[in-house]
């Protein structure tokens, strides 16, 4: 990656030097009244020096039950180039019912276009002892369904040497 005058170094997310960046993504999800779960997402084009460009939701994302019963949420993942939200009822409003009750003990998946190229995880807690266990604890990447071209340009700093 060679760096230019400035110092800065720049990743093309096009398929030839990485793979192209994601702009609609997918995860497995749980009934929220079984576990914690919070989406992280930043954004993969700008200048982490100085700006990255904004991301959100664009338009209506769906959500699957594991017996492929769908449902559609509004935007509601926010703005910014740094995203967290938590999977619950005030923040994924389904059309017609909510969260907890389309997935009341189950587990499906959701899926969401992006404004500009992101990426990102999905935080999962295990519940408090005595409860049902979360077979989705931890940390997971989320999947990328549709991709589209970006460029992240880098600060660097060369070394000190002697």
């Known amino acids: 990656m060679p760096v230019d005058q400035s110092g800065n170094a720049t990743l093309y997310f096009d398929g030839t030097d990485y793979a192209a ?3 609609q993504l ?3 999800i749980q009934d929220p ?3 914690e779960q919070t989406l992280v997402i930043a954004s ?3 200048d982490l020096g100085s700006r990255l460009n904004s991301l959100s939701q664009l338009g209506a994302g769906l959500v699957y039950r594991e017996d492929e019963i769908g449902a559609s949420f ?3 993942l926010g703005t910014g180039c740094l995203i967290q939200r938590k ?3 005030q923040n994924f409003r389904l059309v017609p019912n909510s969260l907890a009750n389309f997935l009341k003990d189950r587990h499906g998946y959701i899926k969401f276009n992006l404004s500009s190229p992101g ?3 999905i935080l999962s807690k295990q519940r408090a002892s005595g409860q049902a266990q979360n077979r989705f604890s931890g940390i997971r990447a989320l999947h990328k369904t549709t991709t589209t071209s970006a460029a992240l340009t880098l600060p660097t700093f060369q070394p000190f040497c002697q």
Request: net charge positive; proline share 14%.
């Open 33 to 35: 009244n079984r576990s």
């Open 119 to 121: 990426i990102g995880l």
């Open 26 to 28: 997918s995860t497995p």
């Open 21 to 23: 960046a994601p702009i």
């Open 87 to 89: 999977l619950t009822n």
């Open 44 to 46: 993969l084009s700008g």
């Open 74 to 76: 509004q935007p509601s």
